[in-house]
DNA sequence: CGGCGTTCACAAGGTTCA
DNA sequence: TGAACCTTGTGAACGCCG
């Protein structure tokens, strides 16, 4: 290990430099085109100390030392340092140890190195929290990615909800106020589409006729769901036909699924929460449509109900991105 | 002198330095090769007296006893020291005992350790004023860390607060009175915000639907915490865009805390104190989020309830400070 | 890529204490 | 006296913005 830590800078260093410095005196220009001939090699020496160089640091070619110990050296007040040979004529160049710091920044000034190009403080501030602001933008355009690309069913199904615990969220505040809002649709869908003309109806009676119950409740929940979709600005983007498509092709199945949601097996009720609907008796599909029907329902019930665990938002959203779908693959792997 | 350009350095530095300086055979590979054999031991050695050596001293290569024996010794006038032998020959190598000092001292001359490189009683006093106001410093910056950002629990509970106790404060006259300014933010942020339309809500009745639920107390929370913000002086300076991101970022995490805040266990209610908002029960987050949620909540809130000891002035600083971060950091963390 | 700042490992002084 | 430690300064390598 620390046998490596010897390092011997041996002549022939110091002599292709030496052969370097001493070739022309218009070293810039020639070095740019001499470059090509030795490519990896820096063609630039160092202005201060005759190192190697890059390029420019604070408006002069210099080595990367000469430009940190610049940086380092030159904005603290120049009295406090103190020659060490007290002559000022200290040598500096890259082979000297213990370079005098006075003497080697003098040279610096001397070979017109800026101490303005030096950032202050508060301009290094802003930078940092610049840098700062762009790795917070990036991290956060990662983790929405992540998010998107998640859709498959099966990451869904393997993801660690634990890591959801410490009061993390994958959607933030506008993502909220958008789900807000598509809420809002519903209640306002279910408001546009109220039961009218039987209102007098005894709030627990059953139905009574054939008609009635297509009324009651598969006509006013397909119309207050065609509300609620239309409301979506998404939706609203396609074209007239298309719409029409969607909704003739997914609305019985998404009218099924809201009875589905507003199913309560307790009672045995359908009803639409927060209406004056009346209540639609799970019996009386029997004097309408067949029997095998309302059992298949309540199956189908069963097994989708606890993915959405009752949670509102969850299924409003299902239903609005179900009507999105233009084929009947969905419905085949129900 | 001039010959011994050693140079200790990391692994790096030589392999990138080593294309150039390999071509020829100097004392580098000598060293080299001769520190592969005793790899684990430091390749070095006093050229003093032998002993390993960890690098230069005082421009020679010596070990730890060496550069200490010459630090002490070598200013002191030579005429004073005098050979244990007369003669000026005695051996001082490491595993010589009593070693003498006249002659260990000219050794350290003769091998080329320079006495200049000592400091001088002027400069080791100017450093040490350095070092003790860099020490000084440190500790400010410190404390003012600790004071502001400390939210590392480990910290917060190992502070020693008997040292509070002597009516000293940390806070001057115009910092209460920024605080009870604050403190009025608040206030008017939440008269700013009533319920309105329903406020004649029996007080205690549970939220029945998910609409309701997101009304309150979340979306009312949302925009009290807005106001609240939106009048600190500090966030009104921000460019409008760096105020919508910070919000953003941290608002429903925000919330989260503040609701933490306004929970009473004992009756399981959220409720902001001199209001007229409905309260909400804890039961209620079970019918639209999953249980586990609060649950979690409660977690947190055992956590950290104790550090805010449910003084209204830290917690509504703390709001107002995190609202701040601008990174995900901070919430790893917690 | 050029040219800033930052980071990190280490050189090389001094200081401490057994 | 000397091992262990603490300190600052240095420079190579790297990160980041324009
Ligand atoms: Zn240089
Ligand atoms: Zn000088
Ligand atoms: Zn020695
Ligand atoms: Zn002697």
Redo the contacts with the bound molecule.
Sequence with gaps: M?NN?VHLENNQRISTKRSLSTQSSTELDRKKSGSTSKRHKSPLMCVV?D?DA??????AIT???????F???ALRPVQKLKCRRNDGHCDVK?NI???C?KC?LEKCIETGMRKE???TDK???E??A??E???CLKQLQDNQQSNKNHLKIDDLLSIDFSSLSNNQSYLNEFNWIRIRLIQDYFTEAVKLNEITGISSYPSIQSIKTTLELFHMPIHITSMRLISYIKQLNEFQQLKQEDQVYLIKLNLLTLCFFHLIFIYDPRTDLYHEPNTKDPYFSGKDWNKTLNKQFHIEMKQLRNDIIDIFQLDDIIIKLFLLIFCFFKSNLIKSII
Tied chains: 1, 2.
């Excluded at 890059?54 to 408006?59: I, L």
């Excluded at 080595?63 to 940190?68: F, G, R």
């Design positions: 620390a830590h100390c190192a890059h390029g420019y640091n604070f408006d080595c990367e030392s000469c430009k940190a110990f940086r380092r050296n890259f140890k213990k370079r710091k080697r190009w030096i950032l301009e290094r501030e930078k940092r610049k840098i602001e762009n790795r």
